[in-house]
């Protein structure tokens, strides 16, 4: 599975960023995506996930209610819509992509990884 992340750029706090994440390859091998950050000198944290074909959802409490993971299967893409972003939430975002199996908010469990792409929020 080759994943290709896009959408980042530099807003201010308060604003909005849509991300993409769009998956090729043995795409029928994967049964969810999500979304990691990783903001400079710490380490990379679960953000959001959501199965392909019921799409149930799962937030990190500190994204919850801001954010909306969001996937249209036809496109095997997924998106992350950011609102109220905070500085924060600034940091490296990943997408990636599992199989069945784990928790769904461990990077573990997660074998595919798309390149990342960087969200600013300035204040």
């Known amino acids: 599975v080759q994943l290709q992340a896009s959408g980042g750029g530099l807003v201010q706090a308060g604003e909005s960023l849509t991300l993409s994440c769009a998956a090729s390859g043995r795409t029928f091998s994967s049964q969810a995506m999500g979304w990691f950050r990783q903001a400079p000198g710490k380490e990379r944290e679960f953000v959001a996930a959501?199965?392909?074909?019921?799409?149930?959802?799962y937030y990190a409490d500190s994204v919850k209610g801001r954010f909306t993971i969001s996937r249209d299967n036809a496109k095997n893409t997924v998106y992350l819509q950011m609102n109220s972003l905070k500085p924060e939430d600034t940091a490296v975002y990943y997408c990636?992509?599992?199989?069945?199996?784990?928790?769904?908010?461990?990077?573990?469990?997660?074998?595919?990884w798309g390149q990342g792409t960087l969200v600013t929020v300035s204040s």
């Open positions: 990636a992509s599992r199989s069945w199996g784990g928790s769904y908010v461990s990077l573990y469990e997660y074998p595919y």
């Open positions: 959501i199965r392909w074909s019921s799409g149930i959802t």
